[in-house]
């Protein structure tokens, strides 16, 4: 698992998030104006769990209500931060540390491995 696949996921978290709940193996999910089938690689069935962690743990409303927004409910960064009192660099820099949390519990849990972060370039 590399950051970039976890992005993509976050990216159609609130498409998936009931048959990642439920076990499923798969989804079925429109995007472009296609129907794509969605595997489910191991991993991911931790991803509602992390969330929920790290929302709990963060006392900030405003990250909260960030995460809330365009993960859980798929808003996209537009919309959400016409909603929020945070500057777009400032609202980037809260998703890029909720990425990077979320990235270290996989981390933690050993889905990532030593080979897969050094292979992660520092300059994208």
Do not use: H
Not at 20 to 46: Q, T, V
Not at 74 to 96: F, H, I, N
Not at 108 to 121: D, H, N, Q, S
């Amino acid at each position: 698992m590399d950051k970039a696949e976890l992005k993509s996921f976050l990216l159609i978290y609130n498409k998936i998030k009931d048959a990642i709940e439920a076990g499923k193996e798969y989804a079925y999910i429109r995007l472009c104006n296609r129907r794509k089938k969605i595997m489910f690689p191991k991993w991911l069935y931790n991803l509602p769990g992390y969330i929920e962690d790290i929302i709990i743990s963060e006392d900030n409303p405003l990250f909260t209500y960030i995460i809330q927004e365009s993960v859980l409910f798929g808003k996209t960064d537009k919309k959400t931060l016409a909603e929020v009192p945070l500057s777009e660099s400032g609202y980037y820099r809260y998703k890029r540390k909720f990425e990077n949390k979320l990235y270290g519990l996989f981390i933690v849990a050993g889905y990532v491995t030593r080979e897969e972060i050094l292979r992660a370039k520092i300059t994208d």
